[in-house]
């Protein structure tokens, strides 16, 4: 008896360990999102959708956010999922050179409908007739095609069960990504495509492929390549920020990007803290390939404004305000820290703590991005100190896979008993 119960709680143990792991493994794949609906002016094209939270974590990578695809069953909206807990968006348009202000979400799916760059309006009684589109992860194909392959389209499916993403041969057409390659999205579920062009009359052959962003070139005789690393990506070795701050500017952070892509150097604003360095100044090591940055100071409520450097080159930067900084690229001499002028410009206090990463300083209310500088980064990062549960909604298990769970411990529990009722047995016949 004493072996089996030794059995029994091994397996218990070993239940235990592949619970826990796969918790968080299983909570993120089942990340609760939300629909977002969109209808914008005519002179929109290819709308997007940025979105973060009180606490300032992005939803998506780098500006202009994520593309809204078009809904073929209610002309002139578009629809995209979002995380639940990005309840702040900004719509935008024209690669993100047109945009409204910042809008509030109040949860669920909503429909938002764009008269202009400052008129929105939220509705979340639906405006959209039919279904809500089914949520599908899906995955960027970028694409180089000869210039004699017009108006290129990717063909997609699932090897061996043949299963197609596309209704219809030649598929979904590929999007011009302004440097002269084109970009199409495919379901993750997907393992193999075709990339073909003018009606279909020419193609590769069948490539198997990892459901992953992938780069891929096409010759003349459809022969091809493809990688999964960015081709295009700029490679430079990590760099060394060295600042020093007003005295005033408690706790100074760094925010970088590579502009005009928008591409963060750091998850959420303010950005990284800086370390001691030698002389008063404060240190930080950064992505070569930044090319942006601000410093800013007390949670971000102190800032200066987006300040254009070198790439690939170690930064000297003294800041005196918000408007007010020499910059060099090597040490200056004699020069040791903190600085002791007070910021030129700091927020009113009935403010909401200052402008975000990336914008420009005459329009910090707005939170948004300006259409004319490059600094489309990391719009309406958080100042807000006061995130309404965010870690909650972000982990939170959902009804279905509570119910597995209980299932589980069900079998487990079962087990257990008939084994125990089996060695009762046992003992009495003995």
Known sequence: MTKSLKKIAAFLSMFAMAFVLFLPMQAKADEERTALFVQVPDDWENPCVWAWDEDGNNAFDAWPGGEAEADTANEGWYYIYIPAWANHVIVNANEGNVQTGEILLEGGNAWITVEDADNASVSYEALTQGDIPEYVEKFIIHASVPESWESPCLWAWSAPDGTNAFDAWPGAPFKADGNGGYTAKAPVWVNSIIINANDGSVQTEDISIDPAELWITVADDGSYE?????????????????????????????????????????????????????????????????????????????????????????????????????????????????????????????????????????????????????????????????????????????????????????????????????????????
């Open 226 to 430: 493809f990688t999964y690393d960015d081709p295009n990506a700029v490679s430079a070795p990590d760099i060394h920020v060295n600042v020093i701050a007003p005295a005033d500017w408690s706790a100074p952070c760094l925010w970088a990007w590579s502009a005009p892509d928008g591409t963060n150097a750091f998850a959420s604003w303010p950005g990284e803290p800086f370390a001691e360095g030698e002389d008063g100044w404060l240190t930080l090591t950064v992505p070569g390939w930044i090319n942006s940055i601000i410093v800013n100071g007390n949670e971000g409520s102190v800032q200066t404004s987006d300040i254009s450097v070198e790439t690939g080159k170690d930064i000297w930067l003294v800041v005196t305000g918000a408007e007010e900084y020499e910059l060099s690229y090597e040490k200056p001499d004699g020069v040791t820290g903190p600085a002791d002028t007070a910021p030129a410009d700091t927020p009113d206090a009935d403010s909401d703590g200052g402008q975000d990463a990336g914008t420009d300083p005459d329009n910090s209310a707005d939170q948004t991005p300006d259409a004319d500088t490059d600094a489309t980064d990391n719009v309406g990062a958080g100042q807000s100190t006061d995130p309404a549960d965010s870690d909650s909604s972000k982990t939170g298990l959902s009804g279905g896979l509570i119910a597995l769970i209980v299932a589980a411990c069900a079998v487990v529990l079962a087990v257990i008993a008939g084994v125990v009722v089996k060695l009762k047995k046992k003992g009495n016949k003995s």
